[in-house]
């Protein structure tokens, strides 16, 4: 099992800089596929981001491709999410997720965070 606990959201302008962080407890990390997702009141969880378990391969939302970054450290049990150039539409709260074979819906993720807010004022 693993537990996760997200960091790092707040309020920031249009065009500035955010860096998530997601901190994991559990024996299994590194064979896991970490994602990062958002989900506005009203919407459904979307896809932001997600990292192979070994760091080799990352995807990326076309929304956010060339703005947020993701990376991880398998050994301190983390992933982050860096996030540049942010924008209005960007506001919403981020979740880290864990998957162990599939990347590109909430559904295959079985293990999340509490999630982390992030405002971005324009």
């Known amino acids: 099992q693993l537990q996760l606990v997200e960091s790092g959201g707040g309020l920031v302008q249009a065009g500035g800089s955010l860096r998530l962080s997601c901190a994991a407890s559990?024996?299994?990390?590194?064979?896991?596929?970490m994602g990062w997702f958002r989900q506005v009141p009203g919407k459904e969880r979307e896809f932001v981001a997600a990292i192979s378990n070994r760091g080799v391969s990352t995807y990326y939302a076309a929304s956010v491709k060339g703005r947020f970054t993701i990376s991880r450290d398998n050994a301190k049990n983390t992933v982050a999410l860096q996030m540049n150039s942010l924008k209005p539409e960007d506001t919403a709260v981020y979740y880290c997720?864990?998957?162990?074979?599939?990347?590109?819906?909430?559904?295959?993720?079985?293990?999340w965070g509490q999630g982390t807010q992030v405002t971005v004022s324009s």
């Open positions: 997720a864990a998957a162990r074979w599939r990347w590109g819906t909430a559904t295959d993720y079985s293990y």
């Open positions: 559990g024996r299994t990390f590194s064979s896991h596929i």
